[in-house]
């Protein structure tokens, strides 16, 4: 067996863990398949688990230990509990464990660990390391008894239950699940929990397999820019506070972007070398996590012995990827409307439709700099033609290419960005933004109107659709007639053709569209009252495959 092999593996836990509902949660770090501590690779017969040492520990600690550059990987798994992901980071051996007593993994292994009570390990062996023949598991926490809520312990018993069935591992009265503490005198207490009981939930899940109680929070602490100022409140506030108790500060518990937790960013900010302006960016937060970061071992060399054994080439996951869609008409009323420079429109996006991904109409420059200072100008990307544009959130997607057409006016056209996934699923998708010209500009008779408007969506599919392309088409069409033009080209239409602009007459004239590729899952008209005449669409979608 290789890492090709543990990689399929691996693939399974991911499949399993998505039938039971944790999809959203799962992170597939980019270079997992291929990374390993030491050739050649083992196959994995059992789990350890294990806590980090830190409340935040950051996954670019675990998978590069710069201080103890030997062990090259700390985990297989890492259950990120701020950021909420189940997070796959290595499929071959990783230096989660060092030398430790065989006769307790033995125990592991013959499926007789008590169901009621931790192993009490012996003395290291001096050849024996449960590094390769694991799967280390990385739990966040610094030992606290209380420290893993309800999210990270089910989270941690559904992985271990996935691990074990996805190895088709036989099933004695016991899962094979172990802690480190209960292979080595050296870690005791890591994790806290009462490995008796976690092995009996272990055996309940898979009985009837535990999924999430609630949902992926819409924000967790890095997606969104916080600050005093945008009165921010919410459960990411609320870790923010947690992450400045944890470096020293002494604020009390709560959710409120206060005055007190200002000072704190500041003096942090000041500390560590960032622009002391009391606004969290993702690069402050990135910092509070790797403050905190502590390692569970106190090793610095691995047992394996490194050799030159190449790691074979293994193509990523073909695993889905949901994302929040959506697609507005931002012209805003047209008497008395917003000005371009109002932070409304931001909010609105930021607040009610909460997305990674939009195609936006009636935007301006002005209006587009106000709306990404709301949403974090570093961290949201934009590409245009007139007032037409794609904006992404680009922790979440990097483009890889763009093209765009125009319509012969400064305001109308279509623009096209490729957007490949950077959570390590391996898939990409065209996102393509239009606004076609409306009667006023076109003139002319309504026939004639008619056939200049389905002439501009002709012109924009035949020059951006790029054949076997997941693609995603949505815009203000100024047409009910849009799906006679562009389902003949393989889009299906995913929102309903109903009217979107407050004005009597037939109006659906906003619409999405996608190719084989994209699946939707729910959607939701939102009327945005001020920040716009149209009504706006919220598409939550899932990319299943890619041409790559």
């Not at 007593?101 to 009570?117: E, F, M, N, S, W």
């Not at 073909?318 to 917003?338: H, S």
């Not at 056209?413 to 990409?428: I, K, Q």
Request: charged share 20%; aromatic share 8%; proline share 6%.
């Amino acid at each position: 067996m290789g890492l090709q092999e543990n990689a399929a593996y691996y693939q399974k836990v991911g499949g399993l863990l998505t039938d039971w509902g944790w999809d959203d949660f799962l992170n597939w770090w980019p270079g997992w398949q291929t990374r390993t501590n030491s050739g050649p690779v083992k196959t994995p017969l059992a789990v350890t688990v294990h806590h980090t040492g830190g409340v935040a520990t950051a996954t670019s600690y675990l998978i590069n230990p710069v201080d103890r550059p030997k062990l090259k990987v700390l985990a297989n798994i890492h259950i990120d509990a701020l950021e909420r992901r189940i997070r796959f980071i290595c499929a071959g051996g990783a230096s989660h464990g060092g030398y430790t007593y065989q006769p307790c993994y033995d125990r592991v292994i013959a499926g007789t660990a008590p169901l009621d009570r931790d192993l009490v390990p012996g003395p290291d062996s001096t050849t024996f390391s449960i590094n390769r023949v694991t799967v280390g598991i990385e739990i966040d926490g610094a030992g606290g008894a209380d420290e893993w809520d309800d999210w990270t312990y089910r989270a941690a018993v559904a992985t271990a239950a996935a691990c074990q069935l996805a190895g088709e591992w036989p099933l004695a009265d016991s899962p094979r699940v172990g802690a480190h503490k209960e292979h080595t005198l050296r870690k005791p207490g890591d994790p806290f929990v009462n490995m008796g009981r976690f092995r009996t939930d272990v055996l309940a899940c898979l009985a009837a397999p535990w999924g999430p109680t609630a949902g992926r929070p819409d924000f967790v602490l890095g997606d969104r820019v916080l600050s005093r100022l945008g009165n921010d409140v919410g459960s990411d506030v609320a870790d923010l506070v947690t992450l400045l108790i944890a470096v020293g500060n002494a604020l009390p518990p709560g959710n409120v972007f206060n005055a007190a937790v200002e000072a704190a960013v500041i003096a942090f900010q000041t500390g560590h070398g960032l622009t002391a302006d009391g606004v969290v960016r993702l690069d402050t937060v990135q910092a509070l996590r790797q403050a905190l970061t502590q390692s569970s071992t106190d090793d610095d060399d691995t047992p394996e012995v490194m050799d030159d054994v190449p790691a074979p080439v293994v193509q990523p996951p073909a695993t889905r990827r949901k994302f929040r869609f959506g697609q507005a008409n931002l012209e805003a009323q047209r008497f008395g409307g917003l000005l371009n420079i109002s932070d409304d429109r931001g909010e609105f996006l930021r607040d009610e439709m909460k997305c990674s991904v939009y195609a936006l109409c009636e935007v301006t420059e002005a209006a587009r700099d106000a709306i990404r200072a709301v949403l974090g100008a570093d961290r949201y990307k934009v590409w245009t033609v007139g007032y037409v544009c794609v904006l992404w959130d680009s922790t979440k997607w990097q483009h890889a290419g763009k093209q765009t057409v125009d319509f012969g006016n400064d305001i109308h056209g279509a623009v096209r960005v490729t957007l490949e996934d950077v959570e390590g699923s391996g898939l990409s998708m065209d996102v393509i933004s239009i606004h076609v010209r409306p009667g006023a500009a076109i003139g002319g008779s309504d026939a004639h109107i008619l056939a200049t408007k389905k002439s501009d969506i002709r012109k924009a599919i035949r020059a951006l659709v790029r054949p076997g392309v997941p693609t995603v088409i949505a815009g203000d069409f100024n047409t009910p007639k849009a799906a006679d033009v562009i389902e003949p080209f393989g889009f299906t239409r995913l929102t309903k053709a109903i009217d979107t602009l407050n004005e009597p007459g037939d109006q659906r004239l906003d619409a999405t569209f996608v190719t084989p590729g994209l699946k939707l899952r729910s959607q939701k008209l939102i009327d945005p009252g001020d920040v716009s005449d149209h009504k706006v669409w919220l598409l939550k979608n899932t990319l299943t495959q890619s041409n790559n």
